[in-house]
């Protein structure tokens, strides 16, 4: 791999969460989707953000992982304001330091299982034979070795889901940033997809702000924040 710099300093500070937002506001159009939203992320926390419908979640996300740049507010990670960073800079810690997966996987039809895992270490830099290695060792953690050949058009839901957990993870991230992880499926490939994601972010110490509606899927985080109306409404521990 290529070396990009490390993880920020503050990654390290004690006490200091990894990831945090501080009264977000996010208009669209004449549609308030963030109205003063709040959150804080520790480092190897796994948190639920849930909520009703248009209530903000997803636009939450797309602030804190650098996707979406808020109106007002702070987003800072680590010791850097995310929300003042250049583009260069968030689109190297999109790629490095954060992972991401969406309802609908979101793999490209056109490549193998292997290929799109591989996709974001090639994109790093890493050599084609290692890539396409790692690749097949994050499969096999998920559960989909044997599928590595398949497009996604020949995968089941929930195999899809865990190639697209397995994308979101092989470079190592620090953060893993999950919308509906598990929205597009039934509930036993649902839980699949969240043991592996679960198992996988706990050996490995990683973060995951996981936004859900389904409550059993927020009962596998170690903490829950309630949206409303852009806002964070409450907090509670699940476990
Ligand atoms: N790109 C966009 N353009 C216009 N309006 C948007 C956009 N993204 C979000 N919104 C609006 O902002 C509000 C919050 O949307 P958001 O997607 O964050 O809600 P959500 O809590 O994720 O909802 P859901 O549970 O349905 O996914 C909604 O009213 C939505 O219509
Ligand atoms: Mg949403």
Redesign the pocket.
Known sequence: MTDIGGPPQAATDSGRPLLAARNLTKT??R?H?LRGAGIELAAGEILAVT?P???????LLHCLAGIVRPDGGEVTYGRERLDRLPEERLSELRRTEFGVVFQFGQLLPELTALDNVALPLLLAGTARARAHERAGAWLERFGVRGQQDLRPGELSGGQAQRVALARALVTGPRVVFADEPTGALDSLAGEQVMSALVRTARADGTAVLL?T?DAQVAAYADREVR?RDGAVAGAEVTS
């Open positions: 669209y159009g549609t989707a909520g419908s248009g209530s903000g979640k997803s636009t936004v509606h949206m």
